[in-house]
């Protein structure tokens, strides 16, 4: 069974997220966000900025929460053992804390995915201007996806290739390819869902919601990032920690160091990435050389 303090630290820190989570925003918080986002809040977008706001921030910490606990209900009512964040009586799985990031990124998929935005009947209308992904997300953060996609890929065909001393069974190429096929697909999927994210029709003319729907759509896509580049570089550091034990020791220390900073920045990616201020740049309707926004705040 999972560590009586343990759990009950999870549980404590978990309530505190969630408690966070579904707090109302206050106006100092709306106008710092709008700011760093070049957005001028108004009486007509102004609800819709603070309803998809609190709504996909509340989905976020469920999901990051159910990242942390369903695994171990999971795991109970399959063999009646159980773990918390990977730690029970017989040992650890450090593997256990990817569901946190997992959780995290699911819930930014879902406030994007299943929530509509609310918006006026009788509207007749919509905008049809076209929307990049360039213009919502930076391209370094774009490259850093496809990068940590890429390394983690390299890091299993090594595993694949290591030697692991006095290990009973050794990995082998049928083993790694599911995995490799399987983060090829994530990293791929990431992008293709940010894509989709900015494309997907905007139900507004007005010019206030227009704008406010831009920057909502800016935030689902830099938290999309986030929840994907955590997961993803917490994998580098699984896999390199796993390489750690293979070869000789010039290659279990490098693997080993390799392994420490993934693993501090998938612990900041979601918050840093996520949360980032980014100021919307696409062309205006009817004038496609012009642009709104202006560079990254």
């Not at 507004?204 to 570089?233: I, M, P, R």
């Not at 917490?234 to 390799?258: D, E, P, Q, T």
């Not at 993934?262 to 100021?279: E, F, N, T």
Request: proline content about 6%; hydrophobic content about 55%; glycine content about 10%.
């Amino acid at each position: 069974m999972p560590p009586l303090d343990l759990t009950l630290a999870a549980l404590v820190v978990s309530a505190l997220a969630l408690w966070r989570a579904h707090a109302a925003l206050d106006d100092r918080f709306l106008e710092e966000w709008a700011g760093a986002h070049g957005l001028e809040l108004t009486f007509r977008s102004r609800p819709l900025v603070v309803w998809h706001l609190r709504t996909a921030r509340v989905l976020r910490a469920w999901g990051a929460v159910a990242g942390v606990f369903l695994p171990t209900l999971v795991e109970l009512a399959w063999s009646g053992r159980g773990r918390i964040l990977g730690v029970s009586g017989e040992g650890m799985q450090p593997g256990d804390v990817g569901f946190i990031f997992i959780g995290y990124l699911v819930g930014a998929l879902y406030a994007e995915v299943a929530l509509v935005r609310p918006v006026n009947r009788d509207r007749t209308a919509a905008s049809l201007v076209p929307r990049e992904l360039g213009n919502y997300l930076p391209a370094r953060l774009l490259w850093a996806q496809r990068c940590a996609g890429a390394a983690v890929v390299v890091l299993a065909v090594a595993v694949a290739a290591a030697s692991f001393e006095g290990a009973s069974r050794e990995p082998s190429w049928a083993s790694v390819a599911p995995v490799v096929a399987f983060f090829v697909a994530f990293t791929l999927g990431i992008e293709r869902l940010q894509r989709w994210v900015v494309r997907r029709p905007q139900p507004f003319t007005e010019a206030s919601l227009v704008a406010a729907d831009d920057a909502l759509k800016a935030q689902a896509v830099h938290s999309l990032a986030g929840g994907g580049l955590a997961v993803l570089l917490f994998s580098c550091s699984g896999i390199a920690s796993v390489l750690a034990a293979s070869g000789g020791s010039v290659v279990a220390w490098a693997m080993g160091l390799l392994a420490v900073p993934p693993l501090i920045l998938a612990l900041v990616s979601c918050q840093h990435v996520g949360s980032r201020p980014w100021r919307v740049r696409r062309p205006v309707a009817g004038r496609m050389g012009g642009q709104i926004g202006g560079a990254p705040a």
